[in-house]
């Protein structure tokens, strides 16, 4: 068995796939296997029980917005119950950043990979990005956390849909290649391509029908919210990293992930199986009044953007952003650079200029992370380990080595090495 | 007399200059001294005589959009008649990219620095930025180049006005130094600066009164064009210039400027004198289709932003660049180090993440020009040296040596050293 030509058939596929962005859409509709008292949660599979504080935070507010509960004590008691199911988005072809929670009524954007393509089109949802503040995605479920909910389902997602639709779409991996040039990483600084997304937008939304007031509010809401791309570029990801998956004989990990208390890996030539193992605190900084004893373990499904050559896999073409996440302009160049150790191609979509327009690093191998003992780096936000407060901090963050490690005596196991 | 101490002075009054946006205005209203007859050039003062093609393109494109004459013969018959007179933007406390002539009918951006302090507002003008393609500002001046400054006057002008008076102004310098953390240097490349400029008027124009489809064609070409915010950059930049003008005994270069044939310095404390030699003829990547011989010598104001130090001396932050102006990321690196050598500040506002945030070289000392042979280093776009053509490329250029030796001399002579 060839399994550098497995990782090098399954990375190809991962950078050759060109996620459109091509409507928004209700979960209920699109998303496959979607249904009543089913949520959706960021990272590996995991119970009420064990779910830390935000997410907990989140599943309370998914169960308000929809109305199968009227307060937080109704809203516990029916998690508690087990008449809710529980299932991580990345089985339904989903991703969400920190909480990652989707429940049926939610808009979400709807990806679709080489929608011309003669192997049919293969598609990735994500929720819409809420901003900075009190917000579902870090475990808030004030009143307000909902009310921007129903806004966003009310009144943004019609407009944003029906822009996409007058645009055709938007281009996601070269949306991120022009961002990559423009200080972004594509994870936790995403201004560039945020701004880059809302220019793409606001002419449709200024002109579609409705509410002149709503129009201008939306296209306030997409630029000023520096994240605004983050979900659809997400799903852009998850879309790349799923074309690369199930590649026999491949050792290239497809998926990373958490919930806020497991970390866990899935790896192309592995099927469906999660490697799982205690999700670190991110070492950052925190924002006023907030220190590391506020912070949750590492949570979210944001991790698919370093599994597809961006994110921290991209830092160097991200200087600015250590005055978010900590360390000097070098430390982001150097997080680039060891990451070329761990991993299998260079992108060819995807350049730092920083680096001569070298492609960043891309497709991770099971077998070289445990070889050199370096994990892949991630850049995160820091959420608060109780539910119903939010963000903290952000910073860096690494997987445990022992996913990594079981993951490839898994492998040595089902190939017979 | 203490020269250090003066430059010291000058710069700060550079640094400490605040630039805000505040409106959109009809030149003759507002650009001290604009008058019917009169048209604004880029550079030191010029005869038709020996005006270059592209300038002289743009005189005849300003003619005919004034109505003062009917088709490019009556044009040039009046522009060599003596009945209009031609003078620099920058002796009317404007400036223009490229050609940079302005007329007094035409719509033109207001910049006021520190509009609340109690020294008096000081003022700065400069034109709406064309976009891509045949502009005035290269010397094109076919009908759709009128159009497109008709729709400018009619549609755009009133709309991004508006919007400048909902949002009630724009900082200026702060989205300077946001963008610069983005990519962009400030000159030549503004496609971050570009972006948030069109993400803070966005808003209020779809909310202004008016069409529908004029809001969203204004809000698209705003977007759409990666230099929409260059001109208001410039105009922000000659209100920090001006501010450090006229210092006793400083050797602070406070104007650098193009006209096509000369290239033009001032200095602060040698009063409204220019010290010219002909301009050169940049070094760069030419549009498919031309050569360096079709390229005009160095043309347009937009070294004011050299001038206040951003563009070529802040191109260590836009590494990507060089796809558009030649060279290596490296190179671009370079390029601002070598100006700390001839500058006598590093900015307060102004940083490059590349260099561990370090403030931009600003504040080019005559002395040190002279004393270490080292011209500034200019950013800039490449006309055709035929009239109506167009842009041809983009590339890197510097001053003549001697006009700065020869201000220097000047200097020593005024202050009797």
Redesign the interface.
């Known amino acids: 068995m060839n399994i550098d030509q497995a990782n090098a058939d399954a990375v190809g596929r991962m950078i050759s796939t060109r996620p459109m962005l091509t409507g928004v859409a209700t979960a209920r509709d699109v998303i496959p296997g979607m249904r009543e008292r089913l949520l959706l949660h960021a990272g590996p599979p995991i119970e009420w029980q064990r779910m830390s504080g935000p997410l907990r935070g989140a599943v309370i507010g998914a169960l308000l917005f929809e109305g199968l509960a009227a307060d937080e004590t109704e809203a516990t008691a029916l998690a508690e119950s087990g008449e809710i199911d529980f299932e991580p988005c990345h089985h339904h072809a989903s991703v969400g950043p920190m909480a990652g929670v989707i429940s049926a009524s939610m808009a979400v954007y709807v990806i679709e990979a080489d929608p011309k393509g003669s192997d049919g089109a293969r598609r990735a949802f994500s929720n819409l990005n809420e901003g900075y503040g009190k917000v579902l995605r870090y475990g808030a479920f004030a009143p307000e956390v909902l009310d921007k909910l129903r806004w966003m389902n009310r009144v943004m997602a019609p407009l944003v849909g029906s822009a996409l639709e007058a645009l055709g779409g938007i281009d996601v991996r070269a949306l991120v290649a022009e961002a990559l040039?423009?200080?972004?990483e594509g994870h936790n600084r995403n201004?560039?391509g945020s701004?880059?997304f809302?220019?793409?937008l606001?002419?449709?939304?200024?002109?579609a029908e409705g509410e002149?007031?709503d129009?201008?509010?939306v296209?306030?809401f997409l630029?000023?919210n520096a994240l605004s791309v983050l979900n659809p570029v997400m799903a852009a990801c998850k879309a790349m990293a799923d074309a690369a998956h199930g590649v026999e004989g491949s050792t290239l990990v497809t998926a990373m992930a958490r919930n806020g208390t497991d970390f866990g890996i899935r790896v192309s030539g592995l099927g469906d199986e999660w490697f799982t193992a205690p999700a670190a605190t991110p070492d950052g900084l925190y924002f006023s009044g907030f220190t590391a004893a506020d912070a949750n373990p590492d949570i979210g499904d944001s991790t698919i953007t370093e599994t597809a050559g961006i994110g921290a896999f991209a830092m160097a073409a991200a200087?600015?952003i250590?005055?978010f996440v900590s360390g000097?302009?070098?430390d982001a160049l150097d997080a680039t650079l060891e990451m070329y150790d761990i991993t299998v191609a260079e992108h060819q979509q995807f350049t730092i200029?920083?680096l001569?327009?070298r492609g960043t690093p891309v497709g991770i191998d099971l077998r070289k992370v445990v070889e050199f003992g370096v994990t892949p780096r991630v850049n995160t936000g820091i959420a608060h380990r109780e539910a119903g407060v939010g963000q903290v901090g952000a910073g860096l963050v690494r997987p445990p080595v022992e996913i990594f490690q079981r993951a490839l005596e898994a492998f040595a196991q089902k190939y017979e090495l």
Chains 1, 2 share one sequence.
Do not use: N
């Open positions: 040039h423009m200080g972004d201004k560039a701004l880059l809302a220019k793409h606001a002419p449709a939304v200024a002109e002149r007031a129009a201008a509010e296209i306030r630029g000023d200087p600015a250590v005055t000097t302009p070098r200029p920083q001569d327009f």
